[in-house]
Each structure stands twice: as C-alpha cells, then as structure tokens.
C-alpha cells in the first residue's frame, strides 16, 4: 500500500450519504467522526438514541459544520430494521457507503426479539437484514459500498451449524462472538459473488480492527483473563482501530478485499491488504449460510424493494 495511510488521506466526501451503524462508541464513533470531517453527511444508525446524540454534540463540538443525522436503530429486532429501512427510503434516494460496524460482546446467553443468539443474530443476521432491506438505495450509484466489520476473532472460529442459537451447547462468550464474525466474512464474500453475477460495480469490503481499546473489548480481559496492563501495552487507541474501516470505505480497494492493520499478527498498526482464514473463503459454507439467513430473516436481496 506503499507510504502510510491515514484519515488525513481521506478525499472529500461532499455529496455522499453514509450510514454507520453502533457510531455511538468506539471505531464507529472515530468513522462517523472522519467520514463528516471530510464532508458526507452521516447517519448515525444506534440503538440508543440518547448516546448517539451525545456522540452528534461531541463531533459538532469539533467540527461544527458536520452534516449528522441520528436514527435509532435497534438491530436484535427484525420489526426496527424495516423501521429504520422504512425511515431511511423516506428520507433519501440513494446511500453511498453502508458500514456494517455495530457489534456486541455478551457475558451471559442471551437472546434477540426474535429469539436468536445476540452475537449472530446481532452481529450477522441484524447487518444481513439491514443490508438487503436498503440494497436498492446502495444500487442506485455505480461507486456504492457496503463495509462490514469482522475481526481477527474469525481466524480460529466455527460455524456450529447444527446449533447456531446456542440452545444446546455451553454457552460461551467467545465462540458465538466468533462464530458472528466469521459470518460476517462469509456473508461479504457471497455477497460480493452475488453483486458480481449481477453485473453491478458495488464494492463489498470487509475490514477488522486488530486489537482495539473500545468498550467492546472490555469483554475480552473477562474471557481470557488477560491483565489490564497487558490488554493496554497490546491494544491501540480506536481513532487507529478505525482505519482499516475508513480505508474499506474510501481507499482503492476491490470488491471482496479485506483490510487490517499492517502489524505483527495483525493486531496494531495502519491499513493494508490481508487475508481471512480457509473458513471464510470456503463457498459451501458461504452459500449455506446465506440461505440460512434468507431462512431466518426473511430477506431476500432484490434490486427493487
């Protein structure tokens, strides 16, 4: 990727609508941050609507001509995904970049509206679902993108198809958090094969942060009981961690690419080119698991809504 790249590489980005989804917190606070500071207007997709105005006041506090936009977004819920899709074609024609950011860590089991495992059913099926309710606004310019955020978690991780809901086995924090994020490369590589066979130039870029110090990665000391020390001499500031987002985003990148840091095992460092692990590349499991996710959705990817 030759000299280092950095938010201040970033182009102007007048004109683009992009939404960001958990942009309370964390790299999806530092990419709606980035991504106005360059000019696009930015809808901040949360759960929480308190937060999120609170991350819109602290962003116009540093850029005070910000172009924001809060809409809740509650993504263990089907019924508040075509909420918020609803909401969303009323206000716009066209969005220009989908970042698929928001993720959950969960202590205990636990459960979305529809009765799926929070880790998949918010970190895969919530973001499968948002995105195939807006593909038709995601359609409609030629240099759209869809970024979803995975994780270095993905590379030791399985898809536990016979008992994806955890209702069987010990629950465990890590392998569901996991299991989602190896979904997630699953679902960007299907879906770019998809977009191909359709003859759209719509790019679909995965990205992951390495080791980040958000308040996700609270969970991670807890699971694997690594110190608090360690976790901080190991880890790097988010506004870093979002780089690999922003480059997925705005870089020169191809469909299908996923990008991290360029660091020792990946962990730190600035953006560049890397590969996910055999799993995520095998298209038998990703063809399963997009129609296990059409199945439990009930969405399906049409260039009209």
């Known amino acids: 990727m030759g000299t280092k790249?950095?938010?201040?590489?970033?182009?102007n980005q007048k004109g683009?609508?992009?939404?960001?989804?958990?942009?309370?917190?964390g790299i999806g606070y530092e990419t709606a941050l980035e991504m106005s500071r360059k000019g696009a207007e930015v809808i901040l997709a949360c759960r929480?609507?308190?937060?999120?105005?609170?991350?819109?006041?602290k962003i116009i506090e540093e850029i005070?001509?910000?172009?924001?936009?809060?809409?809740?977004?509650?993504?263990?819920?089907?019924?508040?995904?075509?909420?918020?899709?609803?909401?969303i074609h009323e206000d716009y024609r066209k969005i220009d970049i989908l970042i698929n950011n928001a993720g959950v860590m969960m202590d205990s089991l636990t459960m979305t509206k529809q009765g799926f495992e929070f880790h998949f059913g918010i970190n895969h099926l919530g973001h499968f679902a948002l995105t195939g309710h807006i593909l038709d606004l995601l359609l409609v310019e030629k240099n759209s993108r869809v970024v979803n955020v995975a994780s270095i978690a993905e590379k030791k991780a399985k898809i536990f198809w016979?008992?994806?809901?955890?209702?069987?086995?010990?629950?465990?924090?890590?392998k569901n958090y996991s299991q989602s994020k190896?979904?997630?490369?699953?679902?960007?590589?299907?879906?770019?094969?998809?977009?191909?066979?359709?003859?759209?130039?719509?790019?679909?870029?995965?990205?992951?942060?390495?080791?980040?110090?958000?308040?996700?990665?609270?969970?991670?000391?807890?699971?694997?009981?690594?110190?608090?020390?360690?976790?901080?001499?190991?880890?790097?500031?988010?506004?870093?961690?979002?780089?690999?987002?922003?480059?997925?985003a705005v870089g020169d990148v191809d469909s299908g690419d996923y990008i991290g840091p360029d660091g020792i095992?990946?962990?730190?460092?600035?953006?560049?080119k890397v590969n996910?692990?055999?799993?995520?590349?095998?298209?038998?499991?990703?063809?399963?698991?997009?129609?296990?996710?059409?199945?439990?959705?009930?969405?399906?990817?049409?260039?009209?809504?």
């Open 5 to 11: 790249w950095d938010a201040d590489k970033i182009e």
């Open 16 to 25: 683009k609508i992009v939404i960001v989804t958990g942009a309370n917190s």
């Open 48 to 57: 929480d609507e308190d937060r999120g105005m609170n991350a819109i006041q």
């Open 64 to 87: 005070p001509k910000a172009n924001l936009v809060m809409t809740p977004l509650d993504l263990s819920d089907l019924n508040q995904i075509k909420k918020f899709s609803d909401q």
């Open 162 to 174: 016979d008992d994806l809901n955890c209702e069987r086995r010990k629950y465990s924090m890590w």
């Open 182 to 248: 190896l979904a997630n490369l699953l679902f960007t590589f299907e879906f770019k094969r998809r977009i191909d066979s359709m003859g759209h130039p719509l790019k679909i870029v995965a990205a992951h942060p390495g080791l980040t110090a958000t308040n996700l990665s609270r969970n991670v000391i807890k699971e694997n009981q690594i110190s608090a020390l360690l976790w901080r001499k190991m880890t790097q500031h988010q506004s870093i961690g979002a780089l690999p987002t922003l480059y997925a």
């Open 265 to 272: 095992m990946e962990f730190r460092g600035h953006p560049t």
């Open 276 to 305: 996910s692990s055999r799993s995520a590349r095998n298209e038998v499991s990703s063809k399963k698991l997009w129609e296990v996710s059409e199945d439990l959705t009930g969405i399906e990817f049409n260039r009209e809504r």
